[in-house]
């Protein structure tokens, strides 16, 4: 009886991490967010193509890497490359703009064309779930909490993360551009 107890425990221990996960998202496809102008998008509506989410910030020191963004856009999109940006206010208030704010000041000073998003936390208890997938245990060697604004991840035509890259990486470093060629020939 007591063999029989400890086995009994021993599978349901061992189980437990595998139901937790049967739960948990597969991939960014599983989201839904909200646009810029407020409008719901399901990312599902972007399958097939590789994407690099960006949280992004209007008053950083990082804050070029918006015109970056859109040479890569430009340089990609035509091959199916999709950059989301995702405005945070998660450090030093760099982010401090409505959306309708945050839109003007992308499309007047950066000529930005990409899809923006409402501004969303991307750390902490208000943590958006996409950012959660993104910075999840369930991508160990990506996983983490984001360091600053302009940390981007490139997710494959699944909808997998496959890699992440820091602020100090900009969009268009070879190391980039070569993983979305990558991306874009899988």
């Not at 399958?47 to 340089?75: D, F, H, M």
Request: charged share 25%; hydrophobic share 40%.
């Amino acid at each position: 009886m007591k063999i029989q107890t400890t086995l009994l425990t021993l599978a349901i221990a061992l189980a437990s991490p595998f139901a937790m996960n049967a739960t948990a998202e597969d991939s960014v496809h599983e989201f839904k967010v909200k646009d810029i102008e407020g409008k719901d998008v399901n990312l599902a509506d972007y399958k097939g193509k590789p994407l690099l989410i960006v949280n992004v910030a209007s008053k950083c020191g990082a804050t070029p890497q918006y015109e970056n963004l859109q040479a890569v856009y430009e340089q990609f999109k035509d091959k199916g490359l999709v950059i989301l940006g995702f405005p945070a206010n998660n450090y030093g208030g760099q982010e401090p703009g409505t959306d309708e704010e945050i839109k003007t000041f992308c499309t007047s000073t950066y000529d930005v064309s990409f899809p923006m998003f409402s501004k969303v936390s991307v750390k902490g208890d208000d943590q958006a779930p996409l950012f959660k997938y993104l910075t999840a245990a369930e991508n160990p060697d990506k996983q983490g909490d984001i360091g600053w604004n302009f940390e981007k991840f490139l997710v494959n035509k699944d909808g997998k993360l496959i890699r992440r890259f820091a602020t100090g990486t900009k969009p268009d470093a070879p190391e980039v551009t070569e993983a979305i060629t990558k991306a874009l020939a899988e």
